[in-house]
C-alpha cells in the first residue's frame, strides 16, 4: 500500500514536473516567437528609417541645390540692380537737370515750326527783294559787257562789279567820263532803295604799285573806292551816310595774278549792298505784313 502510493506520488510529481516543464517551454517559445516577431519588426522599421533617411538626404541636397541656385540669382540681381540703380541715378540727375526744358521743347515744337516757316517765308522774301534788285540794276544800267560790269547775287549779298578798265585809266584814280555816266545809273536804283546801305571796295592785282603820294596797293585800292564814293555822293545825290569806302588792295582776287587776263579781272570797284538785318528780323516778326 504504502509502495502504490510512493509509485504515485512519484509519477504525480514526474507528472506535474513535465506539464510545468512543458508550461515554461511553451512559454519560452512564445517569448521566442515574440522576440522574433518584434526583430523582425525592429528590421522593418530600420529599413523603413534608412528608406527615409535616404529620401531626406535626397530631398536636402535638392533643397541645397535650388538655395544655391537661389543665391546665385539674388547675387545676380543684386549685381545688376547695382547698374540699374546706377543708371537710373544717372537718368535721374539727366531728368531732373534738363527735364524742364525737354518739356520746354515739347511744347514749343508747335511755336519753333511756326518760327521756322517764318524764317522761310523771310528768306525766300529777302532773296526775291534781292533778286528784284538785281534785275532793276541790269535793267538800269543796259547791255553792258558782262567784263565791264558784273551784277550778281551770292549768299544772300547783291555785289556790283565794275572793271577798272571802265572806271579809271592805267594807274590812275580819278573816274572816267563814262564810268560817270554808268555810276548814275547805278545811284538811281539805290536812291529808290531808301532801307539799303553799301560798301564800295577798291581791289587791285599783286603788281607793285607806287606813284606820288600813292605808296602801294592799299593806297591806289583805297583812292579808287573814295573816287567812286565821292561821284555817288556830289554828283548823284547818293546820302553818304549809306556808304562805306574800303580798300582791299590785291588780297581779295577772284582770278590768277599769274596771267594778264587774270589780273584785269582783279583790277575792280565792288559795290556790295549790305544786307540789313534789322530789316530782316522785321520780316521775320512780321512776315505777312510785308
Given at each position: ?39 523582425a519588426q525592429c ?163 599783286n603788281v607793285p ?82
Open positions: 500500500m504504502k509502495f502504490k502510493q510512493i509509485v504515485f506520488l512519484a509519477l504525480s510529481s514526474m507528472i506535474l514536473f513535465a506539464c510545468a516543464s512543458s508550461k515554461k517551454l511553451k512559454e519560452s517559445q512564445k517569448k521566442a516567437a515574440e522576440n522574433e516577431r518584434k526583430a528590421d522593418s522599421v530600420q529599413q523603413l528609417l534608412r528608406l527615409d533617411n535616404a529620401k531626406l538626404k535626397q530631398s536636402h541636397d535638392a533643397d541645397m541645390a535650388r538655395i544655391k541656385t537661389l543665391e546665385d540669382q539674388l547675387d545676380f540681381l543684386k549685381t545688376n540692380n547695382s547698374q540699374v540703380l546706377g543708371d537710373l541715378k544717372d537718368l535721374s540727375v539727366i531728368s531732373g537737370s534738363q527735364a524742364e526744358s525737354i518739356k520746354k521743347s515739347l511744347d514749343n515744337i508747335g511755336v519753333k515750326d511756326s518760327y521756322i516757316k517764318n524764317l522761310q517765308a523771310a528768306l525766300n522774301k529777302k532773296d526775291s527783294m534781292n533778286m528784284a534788285l538785281v534785275i532793276n540794276l541790269k535793267s538800269a544800267v543796259g547791255n553792258l559787257d558782262d567784263k565791264d560790269i558784273n551784277i550778281k547775287v551770292e549768299k544772300g549779298v547783291v555785289y556790283v562789279d565794275i572793271s577798272d578798265k571802265m572806271l579809271f585809266n592805267s594807274g590812275s584814280y580819278d573816274v572816267t567820263e563814262h564810268a560817270k555816266t554808268v555810276l548814275g545809273k547805278v545811284a538811281k536804283v539805290l536812291i529808290n532803295q531808301p532801307n539799303i546801305e553799301f560798301m564800295v571796295e577798291g581791289h587791285t592785282d604799285f607806287s606813284r606820288g603820294p600813292l605808296t602801294d596797293n592799299w593806297d591806289l585800292s583805297v583812292k579808287r573806292a573814295t573816287s567812286v564814293v565821292r561821284i555817288l555822293q556830289n554828283t548823284y545825290h547818293v546820302p553818304p551816310e549809306k556808304m562805306t569806302a574800303a580798300g582791299r588792295s590785291q588780297y581779295v582776287p577772284v582770278e590768277d595774278n599769274d596771267s594778264k587776263a587774270g589780273r584785269a579781272a582783279n583790277r575792280r570797284t565792288r559795290i556790295v549792298i549790305l544786307p540789313q538785318l534789322d530789316q530782316f528780323f522785321k520780316l521775320l516778326e512780321k512776315p505777312g505784313n510785308n
